[in-house]
Structures are given as structure tokens and as C-alpha cells.
């Protein structure tokens, strides 16, 4: 499954077809528009709030909160502990990540987060929340066949392998730490946060994997 689609269901993507909205989105696009002809809202607002989630806030954020873990082990811990505490400093301007708690990838454990009363998602740490995410037959199949969901999303989990599936709340959101790839001794935080992906940091990836040798 590519980062386009969700389970059970198949879009190809044109943004000037309202057809692939469903029906929550024609109702929010319907209230916008409404807002902003009557004057209660300014378009450009909008366009700024969603371009600094999208580009300062987005899954950058989670990027450099993964990457610090990996090449610094006392922080690591530090957000294992409290990741609301340990995502704080990370923030664009003011806190991030709170009610966070990480859930560490290893050899013998695969974590995935869904929320399967709604669509909870930590925006501060990863931004915009994937279309997918949000989809009835995601948060309803994660729960019941995680496996299977994984592989539609092309992520193969070893056999004796567990999985577990966190239920994200308003109370309580996730960020899985994924494994840090082989091939990435000696890499600075930045060149490894441009390996992290936001589906990495959801559970419905993995990392980008070292392409030649070393940047």
C-alpha cells in the first residue's frame, strides 16, 4: 500500500475532482467557503496555518525527535520515560507534544498507532493527519488484523515478531520510535532525519534505507 491509499480502498488522487472527497470533506470545504464569502475568516490564514504544519511544523518535528534518539542514547530514554517532556524544546514556537508517549520499534516488536474512535494524531509533532488515517477500514482492521494492514502498506513483520496496536485518545497520542537503518554509522541528526518518514513514525513504514554511500 502506498502512502496514497488506505486499507480496502483505492483513490487516485486529482485535487480538481471534488468526487475523491468524502463526504466530511465537501461539508468542511462547504463551511469554508461560506466563511470566507461572508467575511469571517481570511483565505490567507488558512493557506499560512496549513503551509507551517505542512512545511515548520509537520513530520519534521518527529524527524528530529527520532534522529536525536538514535545517535543520543540519554535521550532516547529521556523520551521512552516522557515524550512530552523530551518533545518539548523541539517545538516551532511554544511546546509540542503533549499527552506523547513513544513506543520504541525493535527486532522482536512492531508497534502501530491508529485511533479507532475518530481520528486522534499528534498534528504538533507529525502535522496533517494522512487521508488513510482517518478512514473507517483502517482504524477498524488495524485493530483486527494488523499484519495484514502492514502488508498493504508494504511493511513485512517477521512471523515471531509481535505487533502491537496503540489507540491513540485525546488524551494520550503516539509516536513510534522506528529502528534506526543499518548502513548509518557516523551520520549527523540531520542527514538521518531526512531518512524518517511520517509513516515510519505511525507505524505504516519504515525508515528510508542509506541510498549509496554515505551523503
Known amino acids: 500500500m502506498s502512502t496514497h491509499d488506505h486499507p480496502g480502498h483505492h483513490h487516485h488522487h486529482d485535487h480538481g475532482e471534488t468526487s475523491d472527497l468524502s463526504e466530511t470533506e465537501l461539508r468542511v470545504r462547504a463551511l469554508q467557503t461560506i466563511l470566507i464569502e461572508k467575511g469571517y475568516t481570511d483565505p490567507a490564514a488558512l493557506d499560512a496555518i496549513v503551509e507551517t504544519y505542512e512545511t515548520k511544523i509537520g513530520p519534521h518535528i518527529g524527524a ?15 523520551l521512552l520515560t516522557d515524550a512530552s517532556k523530551a518533545a518539548a524544546p523541539f517545538g516551532h514556537e511554544g511546546r509540542v507534544g503533549d499527552h506523547l508517549v ?25 502535522g496533517l493527519p494522512p487521508v488513510w488515517y482517518k478512514s473507517f477500514a483502517y482504524r ?20 515471531q ?4 496496536v496503540w489507540d491513540s485518545t485525546a488524551e494520550v497520542r503516539y509516536l513510534v520510535l522506528p529502528e534506526r537503518p543499518a548502513g548509518t554509522e557516523g551520520w549527523s541528526e540531520e542527514q538521518l532525519a531526512e531518512l524518517v518518514t511520517r509513516d515510519s513514525m505511525i507505524g505504516t513504514g519504515l525508515p528510508r534505507t542509506p541510498a549509496g554511500d554515505r551523503p
Open 161 to 164: 515478531a509481535e505487533i502491537r
Open 64 to 78: 528530529r525527535i527520532v534522529a536525536r534518539a538514535w545517535t543520543d542514547p540519554a535521550f532516547r530514554e529521556a
Open 102 to 126: 513513544a513506543v520504541e520499534n525493535t527486532p522482536d516488536r512492531h508497534n502501530i498507532v491508529v485511533c479507532t474512535l475518530c481520528s486522534c494524531y499528534p498534528w504538533d509533532v507529525l
Open 140 to 159: 477498524s482492521r488495524t485493530v483486527k488484523e494488523p499484519r495484514a494492514v502492514l502488508r498493504e502498506f508494504g511493511v513485512t513483520v517477521p512471523e
